[in-house]
């Protein structure tokens, strides 16, 4: 064999290789889906019939839990989180991207450090004051979406606010040079100037967050009780009442992948920059 | 990150003269904020939230596990009777309490659920990462697909894996078993010494594309003018990766080992959804037995300073890598 062929044959089955592990990659989530086209009874017995799907799982897993409930909730709490903490992380990110300030290096030390801390570390005492609240002020925390919103804007703040920032190191500053020398103030360049052309990175930042959200399930698990309950809740109490529905629980989880999967391919290009703009510049 | 000179000082007439002075009729507005002041009206919002949201409730945390807070002081919530070192004491030299002998547990299982999902975590994400970097046909389509693992919410891993592990009707013993009779019984893989291995391969199976992201970020951004050379000059693959791609990717490795050990060893969601409030012995994790004790058995004291041990120790995590990697951090930058 010469050295070209056995170089070309490498190569194919190096390409081979990459195609079979993406199929091992992919096949839980194939499984997942295959197994929400199901009847339950076809699952438990082991007897599948991929050629046969049913909707019927996708149809009947809305009554056995209220996972209505739990997906609005989920919706509200992620949506308005997210929101926020773009908003928070827009402005702050900003800050450290463009100003050197006192206390700048700290605030990012101090930002890196929230992530250093176990969840329960502040959990108990978060879950002890929303009781406290509740018991001696009129303000409800205690399992409601504005509990839940406070929560995550301040978990999922920190992350974005790098994430921001790697947004607005890669605007030219020529930018806002312009709009000062054209009488802007500087809060005026950031906001009418700055802004606009970030909108992406505003965006990318969102879907970041949301995903992050979507998934929290600790606090969401201690902090709600019956009225802001999330869809991991709502999976998790599928689980404790109804394990043997399996059909049901699959297409659960399908339709609470589906949000952040179309979220994130619709933002897939912003939001890789931003990932891993950490990685490329070391 | 080059060094950011306020570039507002020196261009903006309006501000320059009077930097800090109050604005003439004492309304502050928004636009009107000098640049000195900007920045730090920029981070108010995001410094609240961590202040309210983060740093004083993890003082708070502290405090609680210094107090006596169970199920008959549990109304009296911050106000419940001082304790000392008492919930220490129980957790790190009674012998005989069983919070000891859970808390070793757990904190043993923790240490090797981290060990092994970071390890697995970062070597498939470099091994996959380089198998995507070569050129092929389809290959943007298959970087995109593979980050599919890491979008599915991680209870819905912990839901589908479950599934997937059950002894007599899951697909994974159907492949090993009735398929291939690679094995000739069928393992149980939710319940026993099978179950740390049940929560950790969902894990890095979930973390691996994230990690492959990064790889083939840096991989994509390295020179290629280093692999040219030493190919040249007969260096075969192994040895281009080993003594060229691995030293380049060391600060990413050390990074990702950094937040890698943290994410892992505050692990809760997917051994809580696949294996529930107590999953055994083999499996318990620190978060899943803070939990437990604190919200099943009321024992908050007790989860409070298992927290504070948990939290002390990444700080030692943290001191031990910023010592072995310090060099690398310095080169990147």
Not at chain 2, 210 to 229: G, K, V
Request: net charge positive; hydrophobic share 55%; aromatic share 14%.
């Amino acid at each position: 064999m010469s050295y070209a062929t056995r170089r070309r044959l490498g190569n194919l089955a190096l390409d081979v290789l990459t195609w079979v592990v993406l199929l091992v990659m992919l096949a839980p989530v194939l499984w997942l889906i295959a197994s929400s086209l199901q009847t339950t009874g076809r699952l438990s017995s082991g007897a599948y019939d991929l050629l046969d799907p049913t909707f019927e799982a996708f149809s009947r897993m809305w009554s056995s839990v209220d996972f209505g409930k739990y997906f609005v909730n989920s919706l509200i709490i992620c949506t308005a989180a997210a929101v926020i903490a773009t908003g928070f992380a827009a402005s702050a990110g900003y800050a450290l991207a463009r100003y050197r300030f006192r206390g700048a290096g700290a605030f990012g030390t101090a930002l890196i450090g929230t992530q250093l801390i176990p969840g329960s570390m502040f959990l108990l005492p978060l879950f002890l004051g929303f009781i406290w609240l509740k018991q001696n002020t009129p303000i409800a925390l205690l399992d409601t979406h504005i509990g839940m919103i406070l929560v995550y804007t301040a978990f999922f703040t920190p992350l974005a606010i790098f994430f921001m920032r790697s947004f607005f190191q890669a605007i030219p500053r020529e930018l806002e040079e312009a709009a000062l020398v054209d009488g802007c103030t500087p809060f005026g360049a950031f906001w009418r100037v700055v802004l606009p052309n970030a909108a992406p990175g505003l965006l990318a930042t969102f879907v970041y967050a949301f995903l992050f959200a979507w998934d929290e399930l600790l606090f969401a698990a201690a902090l709600t009780q019956s009225r802001a309950e999330t869809i991991p809740i709502g999976i998790r109490n599928f689980v404790g009442n109804y394990s043997e529905e399996y059909a049901q629980l699959m297409a659960a989880g399908v339709v609470s992948t589906i949000p952040v999967l179309v979220a994130f391919f619709a933002t897939q290009r912003w939001l890789v920059k931003g990932l891993t703009a950490g990685a490329v510049k070391g | 990150m080059s060094s950011t000179p306020v570039i507002v000082e020196v261009t903006d007439p309006e501000v320059r003269p009077q930097p800090d002075a109050e604005p003439p009729r004492g309304r502050r507005r928004w636009s009107g904020l000098s640049a000195r002041r900007l920045p730090y009206a920029l981070i108010a919002p995001a410094l609240v939230f961590m202040v309210l949201i983060h740093l004083v409730p993890t003082g708070a945390g502290v405090v609680l596990s210094f107090k006596n807070l169970n199920t008959f002081t549990f109304s009296q919530l911050f106000d419940a009777p001082w304790i000392g070192f008492g919930n220490y004491d129980a957790i790190l030299f009674e012998e005989a309490n069983p919070l000891r002998s859970g808390f070793t547990t757990a904190a043993w299982n923790t240490v090797q659920y981290t060990a092994l999902t970071v390890a697995g975590t970062l070597g498939g994400g470099l091994a996959i990462a380089l198998l995507l970097h070569r050129k092929m046909r389809g290959q943007r389509l298959a970087r995109t697909l593979m980050l599919t693992p890491w979008i599915v919410p991680s209870f819905v891993v912990a839901v589908v894996w479950q599934f997937m592990w059950q002894s007599d009707v899951g697909i994974i013993n159907k492949i090993l078993v009735d398929y291939t009779g690679i094995l000739d019984h069928r393992p149980t893989w939710l319940l026993g010494p099978n179950s740390l291995w049940a929560i950790v391969i969902p894990s890095i199976w979930r973390g691996i594309p994230f990690a492959m992201l990064l790889f083939l970020a840096a991989l994509q951004s390295m020179p290629d003018e280093l692999h040219e050379a030493a190919a040249i000059d007969g260096a075969g693959p192994l040895r281009r990766f080993r003594y060229i791609t691995l030293p380049l990717l060391r600060p990413l490795i050390a990074v990702q080992l950094l937040f890698g050990v943290i994410y892992s060893a505050y692990q809760f969601a997917i051994p809580y959804v696949m294996l529930g409030t107590n999953p055994g012995p083999d499996a318990d994790l620190m978060m899943t037995l803070i939990v437990r004790q604190s919200f099943s058995n009321n024992l908050l004291g007790f989860g409070a300073a298992a927290s504070v041990l948990l939290m002390l120790a990444m700080f030692v995590w943290v001191a031990v890598w910023y010592a072995a990697f310090r060099r690398d951090l310095q080169e990147s930058r």
